[in-house]
């Protein structure tokens, strides 16, 4: 999520040849000059998927080899746009991708036939769950196997081969097994284009067979994807808009809240217009951090419920109207359902649905039209924000640190709020970064994500991996738990061979501190490791690598001073000692509250 409005990360489509991926038809580009043709022995299967990803704005494909797809794999690679980035594992294989889909708009991994698409689906649930486009390939058997009670090998054992596909019906929005050459273009093409209209991952299987032989409908270049976008209904938009300005116009302190469904619905700009129009406070809930740019004026915070930043709920919540652009409430997002909300006095704006207070919704009324025709209706009305300026209380600095004092967490993120500036992006695993990191105040142009909706503990080593490739002008800076590392370490090493340059900051404090404060137990408590020995020995002499330990201020200075100078150039792995109790006083609060949620007994029959 960046934090620039209207940036390629996060509201334009990943190529100049794809429009907006939202709902639509397909439609050619109709022109008098026809497309190139190509050369015989590159008119294959394999090398036509390789130019879509590239035409669509993929030019690095992560990927883990298997028998069945080392012929793709050839064809791929053999494309001089594309990239093949080779991971460790499936699962880190998938992150990397959905990182990489946030920042350029669509992803792609490719992995062999069931043992690689069972590791990889993890992954592709959480890209589901994000709504990201995310282009899953799958070497699969060869197209004579099908139908002929064979077993093969990297299966369950059974001549059945649909068990990966059935398993990914429920994570992608389209899924194609292309097992014959006459169907593969019109399948493959429909495929991807069906995840930039849905911004949804899909899954697509191909013969092991089929990627190296010529056939005449991949002869020429494949005409640029136009995705006509979804339109709203003109009358339902206007009759939207004129209910939602009566609703608001007649309240005196409304205050507005952007929600990740922002990115879906490609309304980051739009929503700007809608704050700079109204003067009203604005917020963002915590999975939209990064959509609403934190430097406008009118900026008072996250809202996060009873974890909200410091006076953001108290205005929110009070409140006699409050418009919610693209929410998602679940129970980490509510805290354990405990906002104090009314929906009476909330819109709630979804990417093509408005309902406003209990009633009336319209449908087929896309987001981004729906701010900006509302924008020009609204009055101007500051009074929320003049309440927020008028109570507000600068944050007090952590307590100075007595020399070679143990570091605490909040010592830390104080200084790691320094290093963030346009050129840099931040990655937040699961865990107490959640809430660490939501009270970083990030400067135009620094990027910003984390996943909240799946929430994978090890999900930002591969994300991390992704997204720094897919921006290499920004530094990209990981704040990574000691539990969560340890279920993706491997992939430092694809890190290393790629030349990338992120700041890993490993917070060291011996277990799951996350769980710890939604239910203790010893199953919380991870065996230490010697991560800087482990990310030297993953370096091995090759590549550009620096790490060191850090247990006191003096030494945390003095690591970024060098990473950000000496070793600039460098992957940069800077191990955190902290005590195992150092948590943020906000996952103290969040994680009481889910407990509660979470334990509430059976309702009585």
């Not at 050619?28 to 879509?52: F, K, M, Y």
């Not at 990297?154 to 068990?163: C, E, N, R, W, Y």
């Not at 890993?504 to 501190?513: D, E, P, Q, V």
Request: aromatic share 8%; proline share 5%; charged share 20%.
């Amino acid at each position: 999520m960046d934090t620039k409005i209207g940036s390629l990360d996060n509201c334009k489509p990943a190529s100049n040849d794809v429009c907006s991926p939202v709902n639509g038809t397909v439609s050619t580009i109709q022109g008098s000059v026809s497309p190139a043709v190509v050369n015989c022995s590159e008119a294959t299967l394999g090398r036509h998927l390789a130019r879509r990803l590239v035409q669509i704005g993929v030019n690095d494909v992560f990927s883990v080899p298997g028998d069945f797809n080392l012929t793709l794999l050839d064809h791929l690679i053999a494309e001089p746009g594309l990239n093949l980035i080779g991971c460790c594992n499936e699962l880190n294989a998938g992150y990397a991708a959905d990182g990489y889909a946030r920042s350029r708009g669509v992803g792609a991994c490719v992995v062999t036939f069931t043992v690689g698409g069972l590791s990889v689906l993890n992954a592709i649930a959480g890209a589901y769950s994000e709504s990201l486009p995310l282009i899953c390939i799958v070497g699969g058997p060869n197209s004579n196997d099908y139908g002929t009670n064979r077993i093969l090998h990297h299966t369950v054992g059974l001549p059945d081969f649909s068990q990966e596909l059935r398993c990914f019906q429920t994570v992608t929005c389209y899924q194609a097994v292309v097992n014959n050459l006459e169907d593969a273009h019109d399948m493959i093409d429909t495929a991807i284009s069906t995840a930039l209209k849905e911004s949804k991952p899909v899954y697509i299987s191909i013969g092991c067979n089929l990627a190296a032989i010529p056939h005449p409908t991949f002869a020429r270049e494949p005409v640029p994807f136009v995705l006509s976008p979804k339109l709203s209904n003109k009358m339902g938009l206007e009759a939207a808009v004129e209910a939602a300005a009566e609703f608001l116009n007649k309240a005196v302190k409304p205050v507005l809240v952007g929600g990740p469904k922002l990115r879906v619905a490609k309304a980051c700009e739009a929503f700007v217009e809608l704050v700079d129009a109204g003067g009203y406070a604005v917020a963002v809930m915590p999975s939209g951090k990064g959509l609403v740019p934190e430097h406008h004026p009118h900026f008072i915070g996250t809202y996060w419920g009873a974890v909200s930043t410091a006076f953001c709920a108290e205005i929110v919540e009070s409140a006699d109207a409050y418009l919610f652009a693209g929410p998602i409430y679940n129970d980490y997002s509510s805290v354990g359902y405990s906002l104090l909300l009314k929906k009476e006095k909330a819109i709630i704006v979804q990417p093509d649905r408005v309902i406003i207070g209990n009633g009336p919704a319209f449908g087929c009324v896309l987001m981004k039209d729906f701010l900006r025709e509302l924008a020009k209706r609204l009055k101007h009305n500051n009074t929320a924000f003049e309440n927020y300026h008028r109570i507000f209380v600068p944050e007090g600095q952590p307590l100075k640190a007595a020399p070679k004092e143990p570091l605490r967490v909040n010592v830390l993120f104080q200084h790691i709020q320094k290093m963030l500036s346009g050129e840099t992006a931040v990655i937040a695993e699961t865990g107490d970064s959640w809430f660490n990191c939501q009270k970083l105040k990030l400067p135009s142009g620094c990027g910003y994500e984390f996943q909240m909706q799946y929430g994978s503990i090890g999900w930002s080593v591969g994300a991390t991996l992704g997204y720094a490739q897919a921006v290499p002008e920004k530094r990209v800076i990981a704040c990574i738990g000691d539990g969560s590392f340890q279920v993706t370490a491997q992939d430092v090493s694809t890190m290393l061979r790629c030349g990338q340059k992120t700041i890993i900051f490993l917070i060291n404090n011996g277990g799951y501190t996350i769980e710890v404060e939604i239910h203790d137990g010893p199953y919380n408590v991870i065996k230490n490791w010697n991560y800087t020995a482990l990310v030297d020995a993953i370096h091995n002499g090759e590549g550009k690598c620096w790490t060191t330990k850090v247990f006191c201020e003096e030494e945390l200075i003095e690591a970024i001073e060098t990473a950000t100078g000496a070793k600039k150039d460098c992957l940069c792995f800077i191990e955190v000692i902290v005590h195992k109790d150092d948590t943020s006083k906000e996952l103290l609060e969040w994680g009481s509250r889910v407990s509660a949620a979470n334990s509430r007994p059976p309702n009585p029959q």
